[in-house]
């Protein structure tokens, strides 16, 4: 089985957002490589101990970590902003794993538009089709997937995997004409299940990576000036690149 982890950047809602995204990061491994993560997260967080003093238990929170008070008092901003840069480092190198990235564009979009809705679609979608085409690292073929998530929404999540589990309309292919086929989930099963960010070292790779989506196409004021806009690429090797085949990155824009 496939486990996938997801956390979020940004906000959903379209009226007085303090943001004009909202993106998604979905980390994958399979269950006979979750021990294997684990232990390299945990020999990193060593090293950033014994290198700068940062608690192995300290939560990585992407956006507070670089904005907030210092986990350490007087450790720079730079100094935080090479942590994080050496994290997506540590991710690329695992070559078991596979991130799915999900970003919607707010600006463009009418006022009915359900940003929650596609967001989490597009992604659920996204790991149903690598999974039925053995395309996660390992190949498992006829494997299933379970997703874990960020305290989120839960109840609304969970209402959208049931409903995708019994009726998901696909637009047909252009050679095929109009209209849609009803393809729901088969391979993602069980409902998305929470985890508390603070005790999951795969749920804060997910924030670091959607924070840096986030920042690739909105940067700050401090990302921009330390030029790290473009650290999503650091992510590249581990990047499912057949989320969406027109993007460089994989990345899935809506």
Known sequence: MYLMYVDESGDTGLVRSPTTHFALSGLVVHE?????????????????????????????????????SPPIPGMSRHTRLSILRNLLDELAAMEFISITNVIVDKTNKPPDYDVFDHAWRALFQRFENTLQYGNFPGRHKMSHGLVLTDNT??????????????FNPIPNQQWAGAGHRNMPLTRVI??????DSKT???IQACDVSAYFLMQSVRPNSFIKRAGAQH??????????????????LGVVRL
């Open 32 to 68: 006979s490589r979750w021990r294997d993560f684990i232990n390299q997260m945990i020999a990193f967080r060593k090293t950033l101990r014994g290198a700068h003093g940062l608690r192995i238990r300290t939560e990585i929170h992407a956006s507070h970590f670089i904005t907030k």
């Open 231 to 248: 650290y999503l690429r650091r992510l590249r090797p581990v990047l499912n690149l057949r989320a969406a085949q027109i993007d460089p």
């Open 200 to 202: 999951s070292h795969f």
């Open 153 to 166: 929404d839960g109840q609304k999540l969970t209402r959208l995997m049931r409903r995708m589990g019994a």
């Open 190 to 195: 069980e409902d998305p299940h929470p985890k």
